[in-house]
């Protein structure tokens, strides 16, 4: 299927990239070109075939339900672009 | 001491147990090689001093009779394992400076076995790439060339500073992931051994993540018993992901050299395709003789599926890539680039932070997971994927493993694919399918092409059945004697 420039900006924006307007015609072009090729799935029978969801087939794991690391604020705020007093600093949310 | 990064893992690990050299000298040697090897781009960190610090440490075990199984063994890590205290990028501006707090769990395996750390390899950004040209920090330089030729070559991708750096000796063995074949591709463009494990068999903790139900961590290596000695010390249960198998670890190394003799291996007919170079058939028709000779049976299977697996991984990895990277939003770390608003602010961050290939991928698995299309692309591929672990379950009813070429062509000249997304995703054509299944996937070096560049073989095996990959990767080392090295021009 092929997508167009407006269906670009709107799955940009749903992915909260800035893409300027002089490149939603070419990335529509591109990713068209990956869709119409992927669009060859269509060929195989998956009729009553369960979705494949994970690589191997087990259970996943119970654990208690205990803290097992935390308490260190300045290890988790080590990388932070902003921070204040022990927080992260982030732009604001609510005017 | 240029010897000392001449020799394979395993010999330098006997040379350090026999006193012939210390930890400290082997090591001095390999960063001398980094050093003097910058013209490859293979490392994106070197940390020499580290190093050292390591190879003391290693060398004061030994001497009080502690040594672990890779004690004093010079590794480069790829930089998407996080390295604690050490800038860990993914090749991502959009990481730039990020130093983790903690370390991978495979990287911790490896220091508690006693490895010391060289640095940080460059690779694709967020292991996104066949070509290592989607790297932030450019691309990585194949140390091969075609003969007669001065053109810069692709080591492959996305682990190409692992591939680069072991094919050139500038460290015994890396880390590497592979999540389409980004192992085992790089491998058969360098001449080097890599292997990708059982999906579970290490541990995804610490390793940015990039698509979580395809994604695995494995060796780099010289030779097949260098891979098993390093897959040994990389593997094993870890509670911290909860994907990672409770199983026990094999004694892998103890798999080469074992006897291949009734062993059955597959041939799948599907792998032949359009517009492979003459060569690669030929190697693979070499590859059959040789375990035939071994004592192996070959059978003709059929892995009907196979020419879907490409188009179903470029909607399952990029769908998963799209959710994983959501979390690359200025806020907690990496780059942040302040706007107008929250919104801007995450755009701006995002479109600046992220590579072309890199936001190409999020833009695809944003779209087939949006509202109208997830049934119609991402549960179809989920339903193919099923069809394809189907085909392989049915193969290996009659076989123990499947033989098959790696990649469809030698090392390629950077830049030859950088225009067509489609022409650079069928690299993988041969070692996808494997991710996509679960199962484990080993490249070896076999042969060169008229060029004198590198071809590779995959060996394909069944769920936790790495020990026969080894011992079959064994006997086909043996008899393909590769000996080859790329022409020292850096």
Redesign the interface.
Same mark, same amino acid.
């Given at each position: 299927m092929a997508?167009d420039a407006a269906?670009?900006r709107k799955?940009?924006?749903?992915?909260?990239?800035?893409?300027p307007e002089d490149r939603l015609e070419p990335?529509a072009k591109?990713?068209s070109?990956?869709?119409n090729?992927?669009?060859?799935?269509?060929?195989?029978d998956?009729d009553g075939?369960?979705?494949?969801?994970?690589?191997?087939a087990?259970s996943?794991?119970m654990?208690e339900d205990v803290v097992t690391e935390g308490g260190d604020p300045a290890?988790?705020l080590?990388?932070?672009?902003?921070t204040a007093g022990g927080f992260?600093v982030?732009?604001?949310?609510v005017e | 001491m240029a010897e000392l990064t001449s020799l394979t893992l395993k010999a330098a690990l006997d040379g350090l147990n026999s006193k012939a050299f210390s930890s400290a000298e082997l090591t001095q040697a390999h960063i001398e090689a980094v050093e003097a090897a910058r013209a490859l781009n293979a490392f994106v960190a070197e940390t020499p001093e580290r190093a050292l610090e390591m190879a003391r440490a290693s060398d004061a075990r030994r001497a009080r009779g502690e040594a672990g199984p890779l004690d004093g063994a010079p590794l480069g890590i790829k930089d998407l394992f996080c390295t604690e205290g050490v800038a860990s990028t993914a090749a991502s501006k959009i990481l730039d400076?990020?130093?983790?707090?903690?370390e991978s769990t495979v990287t911790a395996n490896l220091w508690r076995d006693g490895a010391v750390m060289l640095g940080k390899l460059n690779m694709d950004e967020f292991a996104m790439g066949s070509s290592n040209e989607s790297s932030a920090y450019g691309p990585v330089v194949n140390p091969w060339r075609r003969q007669g030729s001065n053109s810069h070559l692709t080591p492959g991708g996305s682990s190409g500073g692992s591939a680069a750096a072991v094919a050139a000796e500038l460290c015994l063995g890396a880390t590497a992931t592979d999540t389409g074949g980004s192992i085992r591709q790089p491998a058969a463009f360098t001449g080097t051994v890599g292997i990708k494990p059982?999906? =579970?068999r290490c541990s995804r903790w610490g390793i940015v993540a990039f698509a979580s139900?395809?994604d695995q961590a494995g060796p780099m290596a010289r030779t097949v018993e260098d891979a098993a000695i390093l897959l040994k010390s990389m593997a094993g249960h870890d509670?911290k992901d909860?994907?990672s198998?409770?199983v026990e670890t094999p004694d892998f190394p103890s798999f080469v050299g074992k006897s291949v003799k009734g062993l059955r291996v597959g041939v799948p007919k599907e792998y032949r395709v359009d517009g492979m170079p003459a060569e690669i058939e030929a190697l693979w028709r070499k590859g059959v003789e040789w375990l035939k000779d071994a004592g192996c049976e070959i059978v003709e299977v059929s892995l009907p599926?196979t020419?879907?697996a490409l188009?179903?991984y470029?909607?399952i990895a990029p769908a998963e890539a799209?959710s994983n990277l959501?979390r690359y939003? =200025?806020?907690?770390?990496?780059?942040?680039v302040? =706007?107008r608003?929250?919104?801007?602010?995450?755009?701006?961050t995002?479109?600046e932070g992220?590579g072309t290939e890199v936001?190409?991928r999020?833009?695809?698995g944003?779209?087939v997971l949006?509202a109208g299309y997830y049934d119609a692309?991402y549960?179809?591929?989920?339903?193919?994927?099923?069809?394809i672990?189907e085909d392989f379950e049915a193969a290996f009813g009659k076989v123990d493993a499947l033989l098959t070429p790696t990649a469809p062509s030698a090392a390629f000249t950077l830049g030859e694919n950088a225009d067509d997304?489609?022409a650079m995703y069928l690299n993988d054509i041969f070692t996808v399918t494997v991710?996509?299944?679960?199962l484990p996937g080993m490249s070896l070096p076999a042969g060169l092409d008229a060029a004198g560049l590198p071809l590779g073989l995959q060996l394909i095996g069944r769920?936790l059945d790495e020990g026969t990959l080894f011992s079959l990767g064994g006997a086909i080392e043996k008899a393909a004697d590769f000996r080859a090295k790329p022409q020292k021009w850096w």
């Open positions: 997508i269906t670009v799955v940009a924006r749903l992915a909260r990239i800035a893409e990335l591109e990713l070109g990956i869709l090729w992927i669009e060859q799935l269509n060929e195989v998956t075939v369960e979705p494949m969801t994970s690589a191997v087990t996943l794991p654990r290890r988790v080590a990388n932070a672009p902003k992260f982030v732009p604001k949310v | 400076g990020f130093k983790p707090t903690y059982t999906y =579970g139900s395809l509670p909860s994907t198998l409770a599926n020419r879907y188009p179903a470029y909607i799209s959501a939003d =200025g806020m907690r770390y990496g780059l942040r302040d =706007g608003s929250l919104t801007d602010t995450y755009e701006k995002r479109a992220f936001k190409r999020i833009l695809i944003t779209y949006s692309y549960l179809k591929a989920l339903k193919v994927r099923r069809r672990s997304p489609v991710n996509l299944a679960g769920p």
